[in-house]
């Protein structure tokens, strides 16, 4: 959890980022949430009536401050899907990408799916969205709750041998083998991102970018490091920029240890390498 503050705190000092607006995310209300997630769900999370196993599914116990994080975290992804509906051409959540979440419950320390929330406002607004999960953790919940939706595409690069272990098929789902270092990994991205983008010509793009794959994460099983995440970074986002394509980026997973620090240098540089993108291109 400490790494939310400490993310924040670099990317305010940073001057790359001098021109963005941090803005605090506003709380998701509850007719946003009933969108993708069943109401008797969401009646249980706000009331503290979930059951022990539902609490052992998310992963952390129930409590009212646990309950304002899950809504702002879903908000503030919400907020960036309508700065980008507004006309931005990205917008950032310096959290979010809770992609477990299903319509009927939460699971690996995800309460509420606020990339299925926020892609929920687009796809009322009549855009096209695409998915693109970069988390080392397959987007099970983001698959469930679109599944049949044609006007939505959602895609994962995730370890296969990882959480979850029952996945849920996404439109293209990719599991890598343990082990997968950065040139193998930036294949695969170099080859299906623009098959989707072209093939599917989604009007906006939301991005799950998780670091979790870094060699020093606890919970990886790849092993990618700090320069080929940020090759991966910049390459995404240039192929969207340059299509002319929105985007709406969230934080997704990172767990280094024995220290946090490399995960935090790489989350930064997810939303540095947004700016760099963006000033290469005015």
């Not at 983001?142 to 959602?154: C, D, H, N, Q, S």
């Not at 790849?222 to 985007?247: C, H, K, P, T």
Request: proline fraction near 3%; aromatic fraction near 8%.
């Amino acid at each position: 959890m400490q790494k939310y503050a400490l993310i924040r705190n670099q990317l305010e000092q940073d001057t790359l980022l001098s021109s963005a607006t941090f803005v605090p995310s506003p709380l998701a209300t509850r007719v946003e949430l009933e969108a993708v997630h069943d109401a008797s769900y969401i009646s249980r999370v706000m009331n503290g009536g979930l059951s022990k196993h539902e609490i052992r599914e998310v992963g952390f116990p129930w409590s009212t401050a646990g309950v304002r994080r899950a809504l702002a975290s879903t908000g503030g992804t919400v907020a960036a899907m309508r700065c980008v509906l507004k006309g931005a051409k990205v917008a950032g959540q310096l959290a979010g990408g809770t992609h477990h979440a299903r319509r009927n419950g939460g699971a690996g320390f995800c309460v509420f799916n606020d990339v299925a929330v926020a892609a929920s406002i687009a796809l009322k607004e009549g855009k096209r969205v695409a998915v693109l999960d970069f988390d080392v953790h397959q987007g099970d919940g983001t698959a469930e709750i679109f599944k049949g939706v044609e006007e939505l595409y959602t895609v994962s690069l995730h370890a296969e041998r990882n959480y979850p272990f029952e996945k849920i098929a996404s439109d293209i789902d990719i599991g890598f083998e343990d082990g997968v270092g950065d040139e193998e990994y930036l294949k695969v991205v170099e080859d299906v991102v623009p098959r989707v983008l072209d093939g599917f010509d989604p009007d906006v793009v939301m991005l799950q970018m998780g670091v979790d794959g870094l060699e020093s994460d606890g919970l990886g099983r790849l092993s990618l490091s700090r320069q080929g995440l940020s090759r991966r970074n910049r390459y995404v986002y240039e192929s969207i920029l340059e299509r002319e394509m929105q985007a709406v980026v969230t934080m997704g997973g990172g767990y280094s240890r024995p220290s946090i620090w490399p995960s935090v240098e790489a989350h930064c540089d997810v939303y540095t390498d947004m700016a760099r993108a963006l000033e290469q291109l005015t």
